[in-house]
């Protein structure tokens, strides 16, 4: 069985740091491309930040540009979010993906493979 498991979620005063972990299990994602996204409360799901297969390309929201940072271990199967400067209005589930269908990342692509999520809280 094919899962996601995030990690590093957590409460961090507002323009704190915070990093999250995304390892998958029951397969390799090596050439997949991986992804962020969050959800909010009363809101929708959103896009965070994509990496390709390799590290090589790399796709952020406008509000998370400059601020955070993905990347991924292809030898440890883990993909991470850097998180700076974390506002208040980061908080939200956030939600570790990836797509083996596809090796880098397109918006109109549906990701098949999602985690249960890491709640990501900051306060003022």
Do not use: H
Not at 13 to 28: D, E, H, K, N, V
Not at 72 to 78: K, L
Not at 82 to 100: I, R
């Amino acid at each position: 069985q094919v899962q996601l498991v995030e990690s590093g979620g957590g409460l961090v005063q507002a323009g704190g740091s915070l990093r999250l972990s995304c390892a998958p299990s029951g397969r390799t994602f090596s050439s997949s491309v991986m992804g962020w996204f969050r959800q909010a409360p009363g809101k929708e799901r959103e896009f965070v930040a994509a990496i390709n297969w390799n590290g090589g390309r790399t796709y952020y929201g406008d509000s998370e540009k400059g601020r955070f940072t993905i990347s991924r271990d292809n030898a440890r199967n883990t993909v991470y979010l850097q998180m700076n400067s974390l506002k208040p209005e980061d908080t939200a589930v956030y939600y570790c993906a990836a797509d083996p269908s596809n090796s880098d990342y397109r918006p109109t692509y549906g990701m098949k493979y999602w985690g249960k999520g890491t709640l990501v809280t900051v306060s003022y």
